[in-house]
């Protein structure tokens, strides 16, 4: 599984149709299924996109949870019965659902935001104004990250 990287802003088409970025379509080169797994955030006003490991991963952790869990109840119903599954078409374009367009406020113009494993797709001006935030945030408590070797 590849990383996902940068930022790219790609218009929607009249149809609904948004070009996956290349370097993104690239990072899923090796995967089963060609094409992109989409759903609603429940922590900002985006779509969450991966790979279908990684969300045949993400359906692993929950085989952690107690199946009776009120957790795993929320979690299931926001991620796994919210995602779709989006086809590439031949130029690698998908076409994102009204629902998952709306409930990131897009209307013309689509920002992919790589996440290491994941992507995000945000209105460009609502990401610019959480990533100022976010950097206000890391500069108050300067993190480190731990990288085994």
């Given at each position: 599984?590849?990383?996902?990287?940068?930022?790219?802003?790609?218009?929607?088409?009249?149809?609904?149709?948004?070009?996956?970025?290349?370097?993104?379509?690239?990072?899923?080169?090796?995967?089963?299924?060609?094409?992109?797994?989409?759903?609603?955030?429940?922590?900002?006003?985006?779509?969450?996109?991966?790979?279908?490991?990684?969300?045949?991963?993400m359906?692993g952790?929950?085989?952690?949870?107690?199946?009776f869990?009120?957790?795993?109840?929320?979690?299931s119903?926001?991620?796994?019965?919210?995602?779709?599954?989006?086809?590439?078409?031949?130029?690698?374009?998908?076409?994102?659902?009204?629902?998952?367009?709306?409930?990131?406020?897009i209307?013309?113009?689509?920002?992919?935001?790589?996440?290491?494993?994941?992507?995000?797709?945000?209105?460009?001006?609502?990401?610019?104004?959480?990533?100022?935030?976010?950097?206000?945030?890391?500069?108050?408590i300067?993190?480190?990250?731990?990288?085994?070797?």
């Amino acid at each position: 599984m590849g990383l996902f990287l940068s930022c790219y802003e790609n218009r929607l088409d009249t149809k609904g149709r948004v070009s996956v970025p290349a370097a993104f379509r690239s990072s899923l080169n090796n995967e089963s299924f060609a094409g992109v797994i989409l759903f609603r955030s429940f922590t900002h006003n985006c779509i969450e996109g991966l790979s279908m490991s990684r969300m045949e991963k993400m359906a692993g952790a929950t085989d952690q949870m107690d199946m009776f869990d009120d957790k795993l109840d929320d979690l299931s119903a926001l991620v796994f019965a919210d995602a779709r599954p989006l086809p590439f078409d031949v130029t690698g374009r998908i076409v994102i659902p009204s629902d998952l367009l709306k409930h990131a406020n897009i209307t013309d113009t689509a920002l992919f935001v790589g996440r290491g494993n994941s992507f995000q797709i945000w209105n460009p001006s609502d990401f610019e104004h959480v990533q100022q935030s976010s950097l206000n945030n890391l500069k108050k408590i300067r993190p480190t990250l731990k990288i085994q070797q």
